[in-house]
């Protein structure tokens, strides 16, 4: 066979990585460190075994009752709501109803340079500074674009942009999607902004710090018209499966969760960024579930070698660690690890 029939750019695309490595730590993914309380994942488990039939397809009906029952709670309009499954099919949907020029800022999620990739847009990449640590720049932003991606607060840093910032952006370009996946944490979102920016889309997941990174369920808020399109390339409902109709029968108490959660984390994020601090890292403040500061790669393969799964980054040739913050416990254990290195 002909090696023509397949295109030669995915194959410049990063492979997903397997580590057969057992965790005593697992700080790496952004994860929140505890399954849900016990009475929720049995309500879960509960609609699953009495409310749905495996060989039946989801139906549009109750994909519309659940999406106003939803918005309802939300203080939104139906109209203004999709479902998706995991915060990276409503960024898929968003490149997919884009034009061609896309541009994103790194260090960042690596997903919407995939997708762009995959359907080769006119791929823009600009690197966020170290000399302004990290921090986005109305300067870097650019005009007349068909899609910028934003993140905030952004991983793997933590900071988060200002509305006058967004606003710019919306004002000089087509489509700005900005992903919220982290807002539990920063107790900041941009929704407001929807009413004023037609072109606005905003992304959230349940995968953070609603605990449901296994169930990949996310939602996206955006104008109507978007909102119609995206469903359209989607093809609304068939994109969800029987576990998503689960979250959405319960989602008003998965989300309230979520915000309690965000604020036990908070605390325990910001004591371990004074920590770093304390013991001279370059540890940059975050309104995420992580924290990014300088160190060197043997750390974090010192870490590994113990167990403690980290993520590292190499940038403008400074070597860097991001940790994911996990129960007070497992940071007071972190802690005996870092202290004297």
Known sequence: MSENYYRKDIEDLPDFKVENIKATLKLDQNEYPEKLPKYLRNKIFHSLKNKY?????PQPIDYLNKKKKISEFLGISEKNLIFTMGADQGILA????????????TPTYPIPENDAKILSKELS???????????LSKEQIGKNLDLIYLVSPNSPVGNIIDDE???????????????????????????ELLKKHENLIIIRTFSKACGLAG??????????KIISLMEKVLFVPYNLGLCHYAIMDNFSEIF??????GKIVQKIRDEFYLFLKKNSFKSY??????LFFEASRKLYDELLSKGIKTR??????????????GTKKEMDQLKKELKGK
């Open 312 to 325: 590292y980054y190499h940038i403008e040739s400074k070597d860097f660690i991001r940790i994911s913050i």
């Open 256 to 261: 309230t969760l979520g915000m309690e959660r």
């Open 285 to 290: 403040k975050s309104y995420g579930n992580f």
């Open 125 to 135: 990449i600009e690197a966020l500074k170290y000399e302004n640590d990290f921090v």
């Open 53 to 57: 039939t495996e060989n039946r397809y």
């Open 94 to 105: 968003t490149m997919i109803i884009s034009g061609k020029k896309v541009k994103i800022f």
């Open 215 to 224: 169930y990949r369920f996310g939602y996206v808020f955006a104008n109507e």
């Open 165 to 191: 910032l967004v606003e710019y952006v919306c004002k000089n370009n087509q489509l700005v999607v900005i992903d919220e996946a982290y807002f539990e944490y920063s107790n900041k979102t941009y929704i």
